[in-house]
């Protein structure tokens, strides 16, 4: 057989698999809507190799076969994904209010897909260029009905946000402007040293073509970095303060290692209190202290700390735009944000009864109240049938209050 | 500097090596003008959606040159791109590139339906080719073992 021939074969194997899955039950219909898609990608995919196979030369056949092969990576985990967001195990209450919210930051033809995942950190697919509209917010299966660390699907969102505004446009050249005048003005040496045969003359640094290969990975860390970073600010500037809270349970202390692509954690965590500063939202006790500085690994070759660190300086150099950025794109959506008096309310009416809270008080204003309920050991001493039980009680009161929140938006009930 | 988030919505696609779709991109692109290469009646879409990208390098024309909206992973992957398809060579600064890019966007946008030189439609159709692998295979130099996964964030 060709290698045409596998890839063809192969394509079949994915396209059966979907075939499968359509028969399976689809609590909410973006599910099927997402393998409707991802189908007509591999239905192209097919009627490309026939076009290639059928006058291509041999490279062009390869390369097809190729780019075929890298989609069958790309797409089986978003397949895994799309059949996860099926399963019972995940607090579909979530879902109405989610995207309720996620359309009214990305518009009305926004999908939305909540799946519980084998991978701890939360993630989303970055706005995937054949699946336009749908959102993917995948929560660790550990937590996935924990409805206290739902804030940071706020981060998760702000990806989509990233990518509908073309951020990169905007802070690409600022953060590529920071690198070149930290390696003119201090880094000169080390830069020399690293890329001997690169000019590093300032006049040279933006416009000659043989400096792009040095600084091309390093702008594009440092672009990442500012999307990880911009996510932040958007996902707390969204649920406020339970957003700090829900980080830090999930990820405190924070590892030892990190990918050059994403800002420490102890970064984060310092720039989430500067932002939580600037948008006026209270930080948790002690939130500052819960992460710890790492130097950078030891295995890695100076030059890549090198490199590293240009991109880290930076994001630095840039985060008060980039927190800015996030707190004017939130502004114009118009989106309700939440109020310490509106939790507390719904701390004092509700929840300290033990009953779920009822209104249209917002999905971020609950996790928050939630969050503060924590604290209120003492309430609980009043219902000892609930003793030892407390983390489960509060849990099934907030997804209950969701789930309210959800009914009244869909059929406001009057008084 | 406060950045403008006016009409950023609206705002035209640039070329980005780093975006996961380019690579299939190019490789339809290169399809596409190897069935026309073969007087097959098959449509330009690609071609046309490439075209548009390359020219997006140029903004506006400042007195140092052109103002390039290019990323350097970008125009690492360009240059290389052009150099081995001979569309290119002996550009030696940005704003040399970025008039290249518009040049072959101006070929790619009208050239492929009007020339008749197959020397010229080879040239382009290994311009697509070669530029659709070196777009993947740069992801390796920023994300390392993550590159096969360019959508999970």
């Not at chain 1, 970055?126 to 959102?135: A, C, D, N, S």
């Not at chain 1, 920071?178 to 040496?189: D, E």
């Not at chain 2, 299939?24 to 046309?48: H, N, P, Y």
């Amino acid at each position: 057989m060709t290698v045409s021939q596998y890839a063809s074969l192969k394509i079949e194997a994915v396209l059966d698999l979907i075939y499968r899955l359509k028969d399976t039950d689809f609590p909410y219909s973006h599910s099927k809507d997402a393998l409707d898609k991802v189908e007509s990608v591999f239905n192209k995919l097919q009627r490309n190799l026939g076009r290639a196979e059928a006058k291509g030369d041999d490279l062009l056949i390869t390369t097809v076969c190729t780019r075929i092969l890298e989609e069958i990576f790309r797409f089986l985990p978003v397949i895994g994904f799309i059949l996860r967001s099926t399963n019972v195990r995940n607090a579909f209450e979530v879902h109405g209010p989610a995207l309720r919210m996620s359309r009214e930051l990305l518009g009305a033809e926004t999908k939305l897909l909540v799946s519980s995942e084998w991978d701890y950190s939360p993630y989303t697919y970055r706005p995937i260029p054949f699946l336009k509209h749908f959102v993917f917010i995948g929560l660790p299966s550990t937590e996935s009905s924990n409805p206290l660390v739902i804030p940071l699907a706020g981060h998760e969102l702000g990806h989509s946000v990233w990518q509908q505004y073309m951020l990169d446009t905007d802070l690409r050249p600022l953060l590529q402007e920071s690198v070149i005048s930290t390696i003119h003005t201090n880094r000169r040496t080390e830069f020399k040293q690293f890329f001997p045969d690169t000019s590093d003359e300032p006049s040279e640094l933006g416009n000659s073509r043989s400096v792009q290969p040095a600084i091309g990975p390093v702008v594009a860390w440092a672009t990442y970095q500012a999307q990880e970073s911009f996510c932040d600010f958007f996902g707390l500037k969204l649920f406020g303060t339970c957003y700090l809270h829900a980080l830090a349970y999930l990820l405190a202390p924070g590892m030892v290692w990190r990918p050059t692509f994403y800002p420490s954690l102890f970064t984060r965590f310092e720039n989430l209190v500067t932002a939580a500063k600037l948008y006026h939202i209270e930080v948790p006790d002690g939130f500052e202290n819960m992460v710890m500085r790492h130097p950078l690994p030891e295995h890695w070759s100076e030059r890549e700390k090198f490199l590293t660190s240009l991109a880290d300086h930076a994001l630095q150099q840039n985060v008060g735009d980039i927190i800015d950025l996030a707190k004017a794109i939130i502004k114009e959506t118009g989106i309700q944000l939440p109020s310490d008096e509106t939790a507390n309310e719904i701390v004092e009416r509700f929840f300290k009864k033990t009953v779920p809270c009822h209104g249209k008080v917002g999905l971020a204003n609950i996790l928050n109240a939630a969050w503060k309920f924590i604290g209120e050991n003492e309430v609980w001493a009043e219902y000892p049938q609930m003793r030892h039980n407390e983390r489960n009680c509060l849990m099934e009161i907030v997804l209950k209050s969701i789930e309210i929140l959800e009914i009244e938006e869909r059929a406001p009930i009057t008084p | 500097m406060p950045i403008d988030i006016q009409n950023s919505r609206d705002r035209r696609p640039v070329l980005r090596a780093l975006d996961s779709d380019l690579p299939l991109l190019a490789t339809r692109a290169a399809i596409e003008i190897d069935a026309f290469l073969a007087k097959e009646e098959t449509g330009l879409e690609s071609v046309s959606e490439l075209a548009s990208l390359l020219s997006s390098a140029q903004v506006e024309v400042t007195s140092e040159g052109p103002e390039s909206l290019f990323d350097p992973a970008t125009l690492t992957v360009l240059s290389q791109a052009m150099s081995e398809s001979e569309l290119g060579r002996g550009m030696t600064s940005v704003s040399d590139l970025v008039e290249k890019s518009m040049e072959v966007a101006g070929l790619l946008k009208s050239g492929v339906s009007q020339t008749a030189e197959r020397t010229e439609l080879q040239r382009l159709k290994k311009f697509c080719i070669v530029l659709s692998n070196l777009a993947a295979s740069y992801r390796q130099s920023v994300f390392g073992d993550g590159a096969r996964q360019p959508y999970k964030a």
